[in-house]
């Protein structure tokens, strides 16, 4: 059983379209994150949530739309692809209260923007 | 605001060889963890040691080890005896409250044979 698994790992679209990822977690954690990773493999929070609620939003633009149904899944929505949205983002989760801090991530998802 | 750095984008090491890695940090806050990550070529980012910010003892994890010097905000990882299979990305990361890790920008390690 994956722990923390995302859906699609690849993903190829046009500039313009609008596409979706999917994480969910099995571990029974109460916060999920969205990561990115660009070209030059530097790895930069975008959203956390802990248990449904939006925690951390840092600076990212309005086309970018995370969803948590339930504590298990975070979603990630984005609207009118650009380029420089070409990049592998790893959703990841983490227990909260008394814990060891251990973020639990996904395989990844790359997506490519043309 | 947190930051996390390491000065070294790429490291080589002879295999068998002792490798040090280096990561700075800075925070305001008093309790936070520290960890190390690696990534290979397969991208999974994989948790390679852990140190919480109260213990004074640096902690230790088979051939991986860290030195952490809490008053110099500095927090090294040693791999000894170098294998093939630790050639990856590592990423020194630290966790604040509210949940929050951030990450440095990596360091590229290669083994040679």
């Known amino acids: 059983d994956t722990a923390v698994s995302q859906t699609p790992k690849y993903l190829v679209t046009q500039m313009g379209n609008d596409k979706s990822i999917k994480c969910e977690q099995n571990?029974?954690?109460?916060?999920m994150y969205w990561y990115k990773q660009d070209s030059k493999k530097f790895l930069k929070i975008m959203f956390s949530?802990?248990?449904?609620?939006?925690?951390i939003n840092e600076t990212v633009p309005n086309r970018f739309s995370p969803k948590s149904p339930d504590k298990a899944h975070l979603n990630l929505h984005i609207n009118s692809l650009e380029l420089g949205d070409s990049a592998v983002y790893f959703c990841?989760?983490?227990?909260?209260?008394?814990?060891?801090?251990?973020?639990?991530f996904g395989e990844g998802s790359r997506l490519t923007v043309l | 605001a947190q930051t996390v750095t390491q000065s070294q984008p790429e490291m080589s090491v002879q295999e068998a060889e002792t490798v040090t890695l280096s990561c700075t940090y800075d925070?305001?806050?008093?309790?936070?963890?520290l960890f190390w990550y690696k990534q290979p070529p397969s991208r999974q980012m994989i948790l390679v040691i852990r140190?919480?910010?109260?213990?004074?003892q640096n902690a230790t994890e088979n051939r991986f080890s860290v030195n952490f010097q809490k008053a110099a905000k500095s927090f090294s990882l040693k791999i000894s005896d170098s294998q093939l299979g630790d050639a990856a990305m590592y990423f020194c990361?630290?966790?604040?409250?509210?949940?929050?890790?951030?990450f440095g920008p990596g360091t590229s390690l290669s083994v040679i044979p």
């Open positions: 990841a989760s983490s227990p909260t209260g008394a814990d060891t801090g251990e973020l639990f």
């Open positions: 990361a630290l966790k604040t409250s509210y949940d929050k890790v951030i």
């Open positions: 925070t305001s806050e008093s309790d936070y963890y």
């Open positions: 140190q919480e910010a109260y213990k004074q």
């Open positions: 949530y802990n248990n449904k609620e939006l925690i």
């Open positions: 571990l029974g954690h109460d916060t």
